[in-house]
């Protein structure tokens, strides 16, 4: 079993740097280019606890798992509600799965990560500042179930910051019920050329900021 694996059960804190409660905490695996001296460290029985609380960790806190260079995968618990501000940025090799559960992404959560696809769950009301920025291998975007490297669940309103700083992306479809685009939606999206959204709808004057190859707006069809 792999150390990421191990880190499900690990509940109590030592010196080393395992932390007291049931969530993974600020920090704590920041700046880890190998696994190797932790995964030393957690085979100490002395110093885990040996239950599972997979289900008891609610959220991933801030800069948790920053700049590990060498991280590619990581299975995030099911019951995690928020990825807090910088939880995996830096993560050049990261590709991830976001739990079900999720309603929050915090200010630059994935900024600088190697995502090549993602799914938003239906429950993420909130997306922080830059946090996909410079996730350079999105390069679609659109409702889920749609073959999109972004796929997403908002069928009224895009929220802000919702797609922000993804400067590779190049198409991306809006669904004919968005009503509204929020704050820098789109802000930077420097290659975005291809976009499909309703007429009449309410979008923020930030929305599009620094989208330079943005021209003509299509329209969706619409579905009976």
């Not at 995690?80 to 991830?96: P, Q, Y």
């Not at 799965?97 to 799914?119: G, Y």
């Not at 679609?140 to 490297?149: E, R």
């Not at 309410?202 to 620094?210: D, E, L, M, R």
């Amino acid at each position: 079993m792999s150390f990421l694996d191990k880190i499900k059960n690990i509940v109590n804190v030592d010196e080393d740097g395992y932390y007291p409660d049931d969530d993974i905490d600020s920090g704590a695996f920041i700046n880890s280019d190998s696994f190797e001296e932790q995964e030393e460290r957690a085979a100490r029985p002395q110093r885990r606890v040996q239950r599972n609380t997979e289900d008891k960790v609610e959220k991933i806190g801030d800069y948790a798992f920053s700049d590990c260079a060498e991280l590619t995968e990581l299975t995030i618990p099911d019951g995690v509600t928020k990825i807090g501000e910088r939880a995996f940025a830096g993560c050049k090799k990261l590709n991830i799965t976001l739990p079900s559960k999720l309603e929050s992404i915090e200010d630059a959560a994935f900024r600088d990560c190697a995502i090549t696809s993602i799914i938003i769950p239906k429950g993420v009301t909130k997306v922080g500042k830059d946090a996909f920025l410079r996730c350079n291998k999105i390069k679609s975007a659109g409702p889920a179930g749609g073959g999109y490297d972004y796929e997403f669940p908002w069928t009224e309103e895009i929220p802000d910051n919702a797609f922000a700083g993804m400067r590779k992306l190049k198409k991306v479809v809006l669904p004919a019920t968005i009503k509204k685009v929020g704050n820098n939606a789109f802000k930077d999206c420097k290659e975005l050329s291809d976009l499909t959204m309703p007429a009449g709808i309410k979008v923020s004057k930030t929305a599009f900021k620094g989208c330079d190859k943005l021209g003509e707006i299509k329209e969706p069809q619409q579905t009976e």
